[in-house]
């Protein structure tokens, strides 16, 4: 990353080093359905996970995240280290021309900390109510990992920051698993995200129980709603949401 502070694209602010060796890393930011962001800040919570600093840049939207009271930043990074675990977590989306940048300064952060691999996940509207969990891949022979977890994303696009993160993982060579937990609409959607996260646990054997999950669906589903309300408030007219990220729009 730039040495000068003022043109850095992301800024990477640690309150504790990381203490993970070649961990997993679980990317999750705002899309379709929220899946990402729903199913990632679960994770952190479910494990008790260690906060160990946040993103900044100047291309996110201006606005700070209150958890408990406490002001924090709206994209976290926390740490696991009994399973080897990483988790970027976020509440807002990436504007599509601030995409490619900061997609590049996550994988170059991953890479950093010389994470073995990363899961990005995110949502996919599919005019079902069967809530599957579809995969893709950077790497040809990590199909094998996924065909019996998920069903293989045979064709179509991959939207938003996590496209862009997926595509410099293809370009560094850098392993990347993309988990799309399937919904009926753009709306917050709990049950996907609790698909993906048993698609995990099938996976990497993390043992996150998604009984909360099931139970607060849908007090989650307002809360979200009101959190997205709030985002578009914050959102200059002239800079609309792409339309990747609908219910924001």
């Known amino acids: 990353m730039d040495t000068d502070k003022d043109t850095e694209v992301v800024q990477v602010i640690l309150e504790k080093e990381p203490t993970v060796k070649d961990p997993l890393i679980i990317e999750g930011f705002p899309g379709i359905g929220l899946v990402g962001n729903i199913a990632s800040q679960y994770i952190v919570h479910e494990l008790d996970m260690t906060y160990l600093g946040a993103m900044n840049s100047k291309f996110f939207p201006p606005l700070a995240v209150l958890l408990g ?4 930043m709206p994209v976290r990074i926390y740490e696991d280290a009994g399973k080897n675990l990483v988790v970027l977590t976020a509440d807002i989306p990436v504007h599509p021309l601030a995409s490619f940048d900061i997609g590049r300064e996550v994988v170059s952060w991953a890479r950093s900390i010389k994470a073995r691999e990363m899961v990005c996940l995110a949502g996919i509207t599919v005019m079902s109510d069967q809530h599957r969990v579809f995969g893709a891949v950077t790497q040809k022979d990590l199909l094998d990992r996924i065909k019996d977890m998920a069903e293989v994303f045979e064709l179509g696009t991959i939207t938003g920051i996590t496209g862009s993160i997926m595509n410099e993982c293809r370009i560094k060579n850098f392993p990347a698993i993309c988990l799309l937990g399937e919904t009926a609409s753009s709306e917050p959607d709990p049950r996907a995200a609790i698909a993906t996260i048993e698609t995990l646990n099938k996976m990497y054997d993390l043992g996150v129980s998604t009984k ?10 307002v809360q ?4 997205a309300q709030q985002l578009k408030a914050a959102t200059p007219e002239e800079q609309p949401l792409p339309k990747e990220f609908p219910m924001y729009g």
């Open 224 to 227: 979200m709603a009101q959190l």
């Open 69 to 72: 009271g406490v002001v924090n």
């Open 212 to 221: 909360k999950l099931e139970e607060q669906a849908e007090q989650i589903e």
